[in-house]
């Protein structure tokens, strides 16, 4: 395959983080929110709050291949594969994201079956968007510097979209009638938290708007060959690259090592500090050093080649949780795992990111064909399976503990525990796991070997 020049310009890489901006927002809003407002609202138990996500989060996992391979097998009439999507499940989506923080009033069981069905189809259309989120930084460019550089736009975008949720979010609430009585999502304001989520869906379908008309399907399959592709051929194609394998359980571990983070700070802050304002300048020093990551990760990357520099973002998650794990309740501590979390996590986002697109085209030089979708969306499958055992895990931890949300601040010595160590050594395990993947993962080696083999037929 001719290698192309750099193409990718400033505004459509601002269109990528956009994109990201936007998902993250509704992501990040769902993450840090949605099990709050199924509790504190909905008066759904956290048993079956958790159950609702993990139900939800599986059906993702089990969408991804199926809707992945659809769009393998499927070209727009403009001879796109992947861009239209975003355009199409724009406005669906942001639908779904308003019916979700939605108080129908409902008996109790009636509220946990609507949850489940509007959960399974947000989901569905979220996979939708993913395929292009995922995907067009394969199709914009073959150059691995614009790769990386369309990533750490990402990252960036993703973070933007996660203070938004995160800090952004009790301020909308306030504004819109909410928080009157208490910094706690309560039943009194459900009303303020469904007109957030209107704003939460505007915004979201505004960025998937400015990435579709900004970008650009650059990257087209060599051969002409557009056969139908069986769905059991693209995994044949798949894990017969090693390093797409050590890829996903890489992902894996990123995957369960972010969600921990992202939905236990809360818990974090209000029952162990007794006090939710910490979020902020937590969630601060995440996002400064997670921009740090983003944009070093790349140079480090360069310097020192792909499997080093993955070991490396897990290496430093460790280290930084080594402090908290011993002092948990220190604020210094706490500062430092957010640091080290952050910058090695979207380290992982960036680098995992651009084996992704490496793998898309590794496939093309063993078997002529370009399955980008497929790809991606089997990453995503991953992702959101990580996501489920981390809820899982921490959902059903809590409530062996015996957490219990009408206790306020005073829950339990057991349940604090748990939280601390949902932040501190269970992560710092899977972080472990991470660093071998990492070892194993030689995807640039592989790149080179099957690019030589491509050029020489």
């Known amino acids: ?72 097998n499927h070209k727009f009439k403009s001879g796109e594969k992947i861009r239209p999507l975003t355009k199409i499940f ?14 129908f009033n409902l008996s109790q069981n009636m509220t946990i079956i609507l949850c489940i069905l509007i959960y399974l189809v947000f989901e569905a259309f979220y996979t939708f968007l993913c395929i292009p989120y995922n995907s067009m930084a394969t199709l914009a460019s073959n150059v691995d510097s614009d790769r990386r550089s369309i990533n750490a736009f990402r990252s960036i975008g993703g973070m933007v979209g996660t203070v938004i949720g995160a800090l952004a979010v009790p301020a909308i609430v306030k504004a819109m009638g909410g928080f009157k009585n208490s910094s706690i999502f309560t039943a009194e304001d459900a009303p303020a938290v469904f007109r957030t989520s209107i704003i939460m869906a505007c915004v979201a379908v505004v960025g998937c708007m400015f990435h579709y008309f900004t970008s650009k399907e650059r ?77 070093f990760i790349g140079k480090i990357d360069e310097k020192y080649g792909r499997s080093k520099t993955m070991i490396f973002s897990a290496a430093i998650q460790i280290i930084g ?46 078997f002529k064909r370009r399955i980008d979708s497929m790809v991606a969306t089997c990453d995503n499958l991953i992702t959101k399976l990580a996501e489920a055992v981390a809820i899982w895990m921490m959902t059903l931890s809590l409530d062996i503990a015996g957490y219990d949300s009408a206790l306020g601040i005073a829950q339990t010595a057991a349940t604090k525990s748990t939280i601390c160590a949902l932040l501190g050594w269970v992560p710092a395990v899977v972080c472990i796991a991470m660093g071998y993947f990492a070892y194993k993962c030689h995807i640039q080696d592989e790149y080179k070997a099957e690019q030589a083999k491509f050029l020489n037929k």
């Open 321 to 366: 949780k080594i402090p908290f794990i011993i002092y948990p309740e220190s604020m210094v501590s706490i500062m430092i795992n957010a640091a080290t979390c952050a910058f090695g996590i979207q380290g992982a986002f960036v680098l995992f990111n651009t084996n992704r697109n490496n793998v898309a085209d590794i496939v093309e030089f063993k």
């Open 1 to 72: 395959m001719e290698k192309e020049k750099s193409q990718v310009k400033l505004l459509e890489k601002m269109g990528f983080g956009g994109l990201s901006a936007s998902s993250n927002i509704v992501f990040n809003f769902k993450s840090l929110y949605y099990l709050t407002f199924l509790k504190m609202v909905l008066n759904i138990p956290v048993a079956w709050a958790g159950i609702i996500v993990t139900i939800g989060t599986i059906w993702d996992a089990i969408n991804d291949p199926l809707i992945g391979y659809w769009s393998v």
């Open 219 to 295: 990257i087209h399959q060599q051969d002409d060959n557009e056969d139908h592709i069986g769905f059991l051929d693209t995994f044949k194609m798949l894990f017969s690259i090693k390093s797409w394998v050590m890829n996903m359980l890489f992902i894996l571990c990123y995957g369960i090592a972010s969600a921990l983070v992202m939905n236990e700070i809360n818990d974090y802050a209000a029952y162990i500090y007794g006090n939710s304002s910490i979020v902020t300048p937590v969630l601060g020093v995440y996002v400064l050093c997670a921009v740090v990551g983003s944009i």
């Open 90 to 103: 724009a406005i669906p989506w942001g639908i779904t994201v308003i019916l979700m923080f939605a108080n």
